[in-house]
């Protein structure tokens, strides 16, 4: 009787996961990603040891392509956003998306960090991916002598 217990309340909280991932997903729009462009960490950005958030609100348009983009820089002000925004919208100009999405909006976020140690002997920068639509590209800093 116990077993059967367990086995009742596995399948419910199974039941539950999976409805709660099926609205989460719609909103975030993850199946329409076909091929993304992860844009690399500005270098004139990483010299200045400049951190920044960038979020991206992608309209998919025809052929797979994305037909608006507009960005929001958060941290840094003046002109290093632009920078950043530009490296990003050229990157998600260059990425792909699911024919069937055409209409919808996606929203990305691209987190750019500095970090001190790179898993990799000589990487110059790591990229990660976090749910829903979340990528951090972690680089470390230059030291510049002048």
């Known amino acids: ?37 992860v844009p690399d960490y500005p270098a004139l950005a990483r010299q200045a040891r400049i951190a920044a958030d960038v979020t991206v609100s992608v309209v998919i ?15 840094p002000r003046g002109d290093i956003r632009r920078l950043f925004s530009e490296r990003v919208e050229k990157a998600v100009r260059s990425s792909t998306f699911n024919n069937q999405c055409v209409g919808k909006t996606m929203e990305l976020v691209f987190s750019f960090e500095l970090g001190n140690d790179m898993p990799v002997e000589g990487s110059k920068q790591t990229i990660s991916f976090s749910y829903p639509n979340r ?12």
């Open 61 to 75: 348009g025809r052929n797979s392509a994305s037909h608006q983009i507009t960005t929001q820089v958060e941290k």
């Open 1 to 37: 009787m116990l077993s059967f217990l367990r086995w009742v309340v596995c399948l419910f909280a199974g039941v539950l996961t999976l409805l709660g991932q099926a609205a989460t997903e719609s909103a975030a729009n993850v199946s329409c990603f076909e091929r993304i462009i």
């Open 135 to 146: 990528f951090t590209i972690t680089s470390t800093a230059v030291l510049v002598n002048p």
